[in-house]
T-cell receptor, first 116, second 111 residues
Framework: DAGVIQSPRHEVTEMGQEVTLRCKPISGHNSLFWYRQTMMRGLELLIYFNNNVPIDDSGMPEDRFSAKMPNASFSTLKIQPSEPRDSAVYFC??????????????FGPGTRLLVL | KNQVEQSPQSLIILEGKNCTLQCNYTVSPFSNLRWYKQDTGRGPVSLTIMTFSENTKSNGRYTATLDADTKQSSLHITASQLSDSASYICVVSAGGNKLTFGGGTRVLVKP
């Protein structure tokens, strides 16, 4: 398997623009996670899906952020409108279990977002 | 409030030496504790996952210990290599949907 695939790898945009990040989980995994990582706050769980259903979105910072998982092999994280404080590395991960289960989460390479 | 504190924030060690990273947590109830290694510019990679009943788990030169009574875990790196230079993140699960992340320890191995 190719692992978790994320696109784009890098994104530079201007404040106010819409940003869409994409993720393809490992085939057969039933949970998908979106994380954000910054120097100040470290790694934060934004939202996670189980069997394509959002289970916990308490980490989503505000209404400007939304995530969808239309099928088992694809998810998007959208920021509209983007702000400079959204600049971070966004990781997607997938696993066979729930967030807190004893199952390894496999992370993608991340999308490095810079909002000017 | 659930918290995970890691120490030190960073350390520098010479190649071939051993080092130990610490993770103290106040997460309750406790389900499992994970250590991740994150190379610069890459996503985290799982090193170990330990449940309440496990007090030691190894993955090559990495050995994690868990003391559920004192709510402490350590990650020991034996005979460090240049490739061990990375950030190490401790994550504690309360089960179900709840994960609490530590701030990480940045390790630099020098030749």
């Amino acid at each position: 398997d190719a692992g978790v695939i994320q696109s784009p790898r890098h994104e530079v945009t201007e404040m106010g623009q819409e940003v869409t990040l994409r993720c393809k989980p490992i085939s057969g995994h039933n949970s998908l996670f979106w994380y954000r990582q910054t120097m100040m706050r470290g790694l934060e769980l934004l939202i996670y899906f189980n069997n394509n259903v959002p289970i916990d979105d308490s980490g989503m910072p505000e209404d400007r952020f939304s995530a969808k998982m239309p099928n088992a092999s694809f998810s998007t994280l959208k920021i509209q409108p983007s702000e400079p404080r959204d600049s971070a590395v966004y990781f997607c991960a997938s696993s066979l279990g729930l967030a807190g289960d004893v199952e390894t989460q496999y992370f993608g390479p991340g999308t490095r977002l810079l909002v000017l | 409030k659930n918290q995970v504190e890691q120490s030190p924030q960073s350390l520098i060690i010479l190649e071939g030496k051993n080092c130990t990273l610490q993770c103290n947590y106040t997460v309750s109830p406790f389900s499992n504790l994970r250590w991740y290694k994150q190379d610069t510019g890459r996503g985290p990679v799982s090193l170990t996952i330990m449940t309440f009943s496990e007090n030691t788990k190894s993955n090559g030169r990495y050995t994690a210990t868990l003391d559920a009574d004192t709510k402490q875990s350590s990650l020991h790196i034996t005979a460090s290599q240049l490739s061990d230079s990375a950030s190490y993140i401790c994550v504690v699960s309360a089960g179900g949907n709840k994960l609490t992340f530590g701030g990480g320890t940045r390790v630099l191995v020098k030749p």
